[in-house]
C-alpha cells in the first residue's frame, strides 16, 4: 500500500512538472514574446511618448535660451566698449586775443 501511494504521489508530481515545462516553453516561443513585447510597447506608448514630447520641449527651450545668449555675446563682441584708458578728451580752450598780444600785429 505504501509503494502504491509514493507510486501515485510520483506520478502526479511529474504530470505536473511536464505540463508546468509545456506551458514555459510555449511562453518562450518566438511568436508569444514578440506579441508579449507588442502588448507592453502599447501600454507603455502612451506614458513613454509623453515623456519623449516633454523632453523634446525642454530641450527646444533651452536651446533657444543658450542662442539666445550666444547671440547676445557676439553683438557685445562685435561692438566692444571703448578703454577709458585710450580715450583722449581734447577740449578745446578759448583763445583770448587781448592777452595772446598778437593782435594786430602782422
Known amino acids: 500500500m505504501k509503494r502504491l501511494f ?3 504521489v510520483g506520478a502526479g508530481t511529474a504530470l505536473y512538472a ?3 515545462a509545456a506551458r514555459f516553453v510555449k511562453q518562450l516561443a518566438p511568436q508569444n ?3 508579449k513585447a507588442v502588448n507592453q510597447a502599447v501600454k507603455t506608448s ?3 511618448g509623453d515623456r519623449l514630447r516633454s523632453f523634446a520641449g525642454e530641450v527646444r ?3 533657444a535660451e543658450r542662442e539666445a545668449e550666444l547671440r547676445e555675446a557676439i ?3 562685435q561692438t566692444p566698449p571703448e578703454d577709458p584708458r585710450k580715450r583722449r ?3 578745446a580752450t578759448p583763445i583770448d586775443e587781448s592777452k595772446d598780444g598778437t593782435h ?3
Open 89 to 91: 578728451i581734447i577740449q
Open 61 to 63: 527651450f533651452h536651446a
Open 104 to 106: 594786430g600785429v602782422g
Open 75 to 77: 553683438e557685445l563682441d
Open 6 to 8: 509514493w507510486i501515485t
Open 18 to 20: 511536464q505540463r508546468r
Open 33 to 35: 514574446i514578440a506579441v
Open 46 to 48: 502612451g506614458t513613454t
